[in-house]
């Protein structure tokens, strides 16, 4: 039992803006009152729900293969020593497991999402949220170059093809999908992309990447899933690629849907001569389209590593950059690049791009529909959210540091006219209740009784980046995981995965299609329950509004 | 710079019609990998199966293998770095000495020959074996060959993977990576991880004699190390879990036999493309699994006390 008392509550899912009242929690719940047990004096302390990251990389395969990739990082990052109570490890750009874990808390995050898991390597994936600590996790299954899939909307078998998804979700113990350029990954595997939503990819007559994303939004909502269909749209972070993420938003209609990283789909210009903001064009269509979410995917300048399924995109990103290159193509299912990338203040395209995610969040105005994310590692590590935060916070910052920008790309940018200045309350909406409520966990995101007593409690102070850097108490589950930015306790979170039905018959059509095209029995391709550490099952509840 | 371009071997079985083995010898080594990944398979865009494919054999003597191959190319034993970075230049289109392609044992125009096959084909991959690795250029070879796999990618689809084996080599690398950073010779000395291959990886620790204990999992050390590795195992406190009789069990202080992982135990086993595969037993067997021995000398450690005066938070810490 503990009470948390005397701090400024923003429970922005409960409209509570910055009152002074006291949280009690028992047995790992928010709940109405409490007698006895510890107290927190929490004056002149702000109280937050703990920080939801709905679009990270920070476990699987790809972000393995990274970690192999770059040991000079590595060599450079802050180390974890091991103690009583942690494990060793090393932070920077791509974390081991258990400082993740670590690094979140100690931010005052408590629950991620890891946004790009193949079904054939899923097990690895489990294995790795099971080694990172405190946290609560869930993730996205990459199915928006799945060839059962899309083979099936070839022959427009609709039905099937919703059943095979419902199955390989069940079977990857997901909580809900992910589509990475839609059909341009599939192509990438004899080398080609697909860069037109309405023309045929590669080796199919009729499935285009319009026709993947249509059909999987329909999917995940006729699922019931949680949380929507998460797109990564076609033509990331090429010049003029507004068009392509307009079209797609439009072939969305009627559907809910997720865009993950915004900002490296919202440029405009020919060539990367002449690449520019799109920013304000693209917020005014998401501003009148309520059935989509988004997040930032914001740019800070440093090292960084990108790390996507978009194949096609990383090979390009080796060429312009001459530098590393890792590719890991999954038989039948996606792809991966890894290129390690530095954006720099001096350079006009990372210029545009750093201004495009602040833009973004400033434009966008809900804050329930655009959370804040890095992409990490891929724009910056999360570790450096305060950063964008205190910028979020102060228009006359921005200013001075857009003054910084080379010459050339202030005519390319519209953030120096940007007034807006988040306040705390909406902070806590997009860093903790609008990704919670857009992945649909009612128990996440809030401070109401009956919610998990995930919490933040910062000291107040007008430095936004100092104040979330470190907070003075992290509390996930009721207990006090980290105390003035040492680690205090270390149970391990749950895993949220969702099991949505499906016919059973399809698995007689599945088998023989399997055995044809992977290299496993197909007895072998789940993952098993007992693999997912903590596991909890979500319902696919979700109906569609008449 | 390289990187490594690569694929599941699900990939290669639906897509590959260009196969080349370098510095490895599948038939013997890998017996199941011809038949069950790659030449002898009908692949969902190669429905002729052996019949769609090219094979190529790079090696520095005929070994089985070659009756599968349908080109082999004999270089000269320590040519290999030279050949990969003439193939580079051929790729580019640079000129390439043909007295210096002469020196590697092959001629300028089986060079370019493999060159025009290899820009034609529509999916190459490029498996490397020990044979490429290990010998003299050791990691420059491999690199270089990665990169050949990399550039290709401006012109074709092209991957390229190492031959692991050694039972389950690439699951330590996992978790190795996702524990430390770092897929092999890490360094915990200093309570966090450093990297430093030449410096910390076993061999090296072995032969030098830097340490004073040794803890043999899954591996045969004695059977493959250099000597003066060797004396070392023999000379420390050397502890070997082993279902059976070993080089290594022969020379260590303690032996604990286990049972064997994937017939009498479960586990993860990855295969050489990293895909993870579950491993389920079939028999029982009175022995203890690794992992069941592991938990115990574990717990066993953690009671006593450190052996470093630790600060009170620090306490006897365990990893």
Known sequence: MLRITGGKVYDPANGINGEVRDICIADGKVVANVEGGRTIDANGMIVFPGGVDIHTHVAGAALNFARALTPENQRVAAKFMRTKDTRMGIGGQTPTTFATGYLYAGMGYTTVVEAAVPVLSAKHTHEELRDTPIVDKACCLLMGNNELVMDLLELGEYEKAKHTVAWLISAAKTYGIKAVNPGGVAAWKFGKDAKQIHSPIDGYNKVNPGTIIANLAKIVDELGLPHPMHLHCNNLGVPGNVSTTLETMKLLEGNRAHMAHLQFHAYGGDDWHTMRSESVQLAEYFNTHPNLTCDAGAVLFGNAVTITADGPWQHLLYQLTGRKWGNLDVENETGCGIVPYTYKGSNLVNAVQWAVGLELLLLINDPWRIFLTTDHPNGACFWRYPEIIHLLMHADIRRERVRALPEAALSRIYLADLDREYTLYEIAIITSAGPARALGMKQKGHLGVGADADIAIYNQNPDGELMFRYPRYVLKGGEVAVEEGEIRSTKDGHEFVCQPSYDEKIEDYLKPVFQQQYTMSFENYPVEAERVHGMQIAECSYKKPN | ?319
């Not at chain 2, 790079?58 to 050949?83: H, N, W």
């Not at chain 2, 096959?117 to 420059?140: A, D, E, L, Y």
């Not at chain 2, 389920?280 to 470093?308: C, F, G, H, Q």
Request: proline content about 7%; some cysteine; aromatic content about 8%.
């Open chain 2, 1 to 319: 710079m390289g990187g490594k371009v690569s694929c599941t071997l699900g990939e290669v079985k639906n897509r590959a019609d260009f196969i080349l083995y370098w510095g490895g010898n599948p038939a013997e080594c890998h017996p199941r990998h011809f038949t069950k990944y790659t030449i002898m398979q009908k692949g969902k865009f190669l429905p002729e199966g052996r019949k769609g494919r090219t094979m190529v054999l790079v090696d520095i003597r005929e070994t089985m293998s070659v009756k599968a191959a349908d080109i082999f190319l004999q270089v000269r034993p320590g040519k290999d770095f030279e050949v990969v970075t003439a193939l580079r230049a051929l790729v580019k289109g640079n000129r390439v000495d043909t007295a210096l392609v002469e020196e590697t044992g092959l001629k300028l125009e089986q060079l370019q020959d493999l060159v025009d096959r290899m820009k034609r084909c529509k999916f190459g991959v490029i498996f490397f074996g020990m044979g490429m690795s290990m010998t003299r250029g050791k990691h420059m070879n491999s690199a270089a060959l990665l990169t050949l796999a990399a550039e290709m990618n401006a012109f074709t689809k092209f991957v390229a993977m190492p031959m692991r084996g050694h039972g389950n080599v690439a699951g330590a690398d996992m978790v190795l990576r996702w524990t430390t950073g770092y897929p092999f010779g890490v360094n915990l000395c200093r309570g966090f991880p450093r990297f430093n291959p030449g410096e910390f990886s076993t061999v090296d620790l072995l032969v030098r004699g830097d340490i004073d204990a040794a803890f043999v999992l899954g591996a045969d050390p004695g059977a493959t190390m250099p000597q003066p590795g060797i004396d070392t195992l023999a000379r420390v406190p050397t502890i070997v879990l082993d279902p059976k009789v070993t080089h290594t069990s022969k020379l260590a202080r303690v032996h604990i036999t286990t049972s064997v992982t994937g017939i009498s135990s479960p586990g993860t086993a990855y295969r050489m493309d990293e895909v993870p595969l579950p491993l389920r037993p079939v028999l029982k067997s009175p022995y203890p699994s690794d992992e069941e021995v592991v938990r115990r000398i574990i717990a066993a450690v953690e009671k006593k006390t450190a052996w470093l005066p630790l600060p009170a938070t620090m306490a006897s810490g365990v990893m």
